[in-house]
T-cell receptor, first 114, second 114 residues
Framework: GAVVSQHPSWVICKSGTSVKIECRSL??????MFWYRQFPKQSLMLMAT?????????EQGVEKDKFLINHASLTLSTLTVTSAHPEDSSFYIC??????????FGPGTRLTVT | AQSVTQPDIHITVSEGASLELRCNYS??????LFWYVQSPGQGLQLLLK??????LVQGIKGFEAEFKRSQSSFNLRKPSVHWSDAAEYFC????????????FGTGTRLKVLA
């Protein structure tokens, strides 16, 4: 149980375009979802926290207009990278929580912007 | 401020040798503590967690960790390392204020020699 999926697992897009990453909790309802960014050989950096039906709470330094987060249902959250640039290339990981301190992580999405 | 320190960036051990990965945290109350493992290009897998109770916690894949309040530590141990244990290991503490956010350590990369 407690499986989180992400789609796509890998995406390449051209500079200036937007890309959407989906995060789904497959067998439970996630009251809270988290989005992380991970640079090569580095730790996870929390980007934002989202609760179903509410606006996401972004961490300091994260551009809200560039990284749009929508938590439309208790099983789906999306991260849209708008007007992507090469510096947005990274590994993006989502996680989901049922309102406790235990998070269930997705497998991650590798974004490459050319 | 809450923080998590993993003093060892890289650790190399021989297969069959014992392993200890260090984790120190800074937190005012009893923390929620986690150890995750990340294989290359993958998401995070929970090894074990500590919320309360017995300070020696057993996890998956033969790992255990001991919570020592006096030392503000939550070190991960394994008596005999397998080549498949080579990965990145992250310690995390649940942040305060009911946000259910994690604060991650910087990670320890484990290399296993055959």
């Amino acid at each position: 149980g407690a499986v989180v999926s992400q789609h796509p697992s890998w995406v390449i897009c051209k500079s200036g375009t937007s890309v959407k990453i989906e995060c789904r909790s497959l067998d439970f309802q996630a009251t809270t979802m988290f989005w992380y960014r991970q640079f090569p050989k580095q730790s996870l950096m929390l980007m934002a926290t989202s609760n179903e039906g509410s606006k996401a709470t972004y961490e300091q330094g994260v551009e809200k207009d560039k990284f749009l987060i929508n938590h439309a249902s208790l099983t789906l959250s999306t991260l849209t990278v708008t007007s992507a640039h090469p510096e947005d290339s990274s590994f993006y990981i989502c996680s989901a929580s049922v309102g406790t301190y235990e998070q269930y992580f997705g497998p991650g999405t590798r974004l490459t912007v050319t | 401020a809450q923080s998590v320190t993993q003093p060892d960036i890289h650790i190399t051990v021989s297969e069959g040798a014992s392993l200890e990965l260090r984790c120190n945290y800074s937190y005012g109350a009893t923390p929620y503590l986690f150890w995750y493992v990340q294989s290359p290009g993958q998401g995070l897998q929970l090894l074990l967690k500590y919320f309360s109770g017995d300070t020696l916690v057993q996890g998956i894949k033969g790992f255990e960790a001991e919570f020592k309040r006096s030392q503000s530590s939550f070190n991960l141990r394994k008596p005999s390392v397998h080549w498949s244990d080579a990965a990145e290991y992250f310690c995390a503490v649940g942040a305060a204020s009911g946000t259910y956010k994690y604060i991650f350590g910087t990670g320890t990369r484990l290399k296993v020699l055959a």
